[in-house]
């Protein structure tokens, strides 16, 4: 039995890098529109788990409070880009990102 | 094994699991689904890191509206096709791609370690006694207050721009394709030799009427169903 290990804060801080770095990652190599609004929404919750962890390690519920607005600006964000990727699919529905200027002008 | 341990090697497994998921998997459903795990983990490590309302909002917020507002665009639009990931459209995106996000994860561990493992700042320190939805609620509507009534006017326009972007428009037969009249006269000439094949005796006169200008509307209008049947 490992009874020396402790769970410090710091783990979170480096499983929400782990996260966001997996998300960018996926935001540069996929084409799919659609997964790469999923790699977006992966790299905002590596963020909220880091808000999260600050707010403990500095006992300040700021940190909290900054994860609501991150959920609302996700949210925002979900509807308005799956509107523009409705809009872009329904007139191609085999399009990837390099034929967002379609919807140019 | 402590508690807390075996909490955060479970539900961090199953998000850098669910993380990996959303990239690697080739269907947009599955990467949906893989997201919802990923989701799942963090509302654990939430509630480890006693931030429980925060974890409840991530289970309805995320997993309950985020991801099958995800799941109804794949379904609704048909587009649940599996991408093919082994071809690299742009030579050398991989490549470029594995350098920035490991640039992108030594910077954070670099500032990480560069502060010992710990927070710098002031410790504010709150009452243990408080639940942490009763601190969240005084922030929110004390300090926070002027964001917090601006974040209802962003939801307003979200709303008021979604509609308007997903709404069926006259205007959007405007947009050019450019791979249309291509498409097109494909279907045209697809459409002539079935119907030359079903009817011979008619095949002169059918040849002839597709010749004229209307033979390109009427290949654009069974464009549609050919579309959504693959």
Redesign the interface.
């Known amino acids: ?3 020396a ?11 929400g ?10 935001l ?5 529109p ?2 790469m ?3 977006v ?2 790299m905002l ?1 590596a963020v ?2 880091t808000f ?11 940190g ?2 900054i ?3 991150v ?10 880009g ?6 872009l ?6 399009a ?1 990102a ?1 034929d967002v200027a ?2 140019e002008g | 094994m402590s508690v807390e341990l075996f909490v955060f090697v479970v539900a961090g497994g199953a998000c850098l699991a669910g993380a990996i998921g959303v990239v690697a998997s080739t269907h947009p459903v599955h990467a949906a689904l893989s997201l919802v795990g990923t989701l799942f983990g963090i509302a654990v490590l939430f509630v480890a890191q006693e931030a429980n309302f925060l974890a409840a909002v991530q289970v309805i917020v995320y997993a309950g509206a985020i991801v099958v507002l995800f799941l109804f665009v794949i379904m609704l639009l048909g587009v649940d096709r599996a991408d093919d990931l082994e071809v690299e459209p742009l030579i050398g995106q991989r490549v470029a791609a594995a350098i920035v996000s490991l640039g992108i994860l030594a910077l954070t561990f670099g500032a990480i370690a560069s502060t010992g493992y710990e927070a710098t700042g002031a410790v504010v320190g709150f009452d243990e006694d408080v639940p942490d939805i009763n601190r969240l609620g005084e922030s929110l509507f004390t300090t926070y207050l002027f964001a917090f009534e601006i974040t209802s006017i962003l939801l307003v326009i979200a709303i008021a721009g979604a509609v308007l972007m997903a709404r069926h428009s006259r205007r959007s037969d405007e947009i050019v394709d450019p791979g249309q009249e291509e498409r097109a006269e494909e279907i045209a000439e697809r459409m002539e030799a079935a119907e030359r094949r079903a009817h011979p005796e008619l095949a002169i006169g059918n040849g002839h009427r597709r010749g004229d200008g209307e033979g390109a509307d009427a290949g654009d209008a069974e464009s549609e169903p050919e579309e959504v049947g693959r």
């Open positions: 039995m490992i009874t290990l402790e769970v410090t804060p710091a783990w979170y801080l480096v499983l890098a782990v996260l966001f770095s997996i998300g960018a990652f996926g540069l190599i996929r084409r799919n659609l997964v609004f999923m790699c929404e992966l919750n909220t788990l999260v962890t600050f707010s403990r390690m500095l006992e300040d519920t700021g909290q409070s994860v609501v607005f959920l609302v600006v996700a949210a925002a964000e979900v509807v308005v799956l509107a523009i990727i409705v809009a699919l329904r007139k191609r529905p085999d990837t390099d379609l919807l």
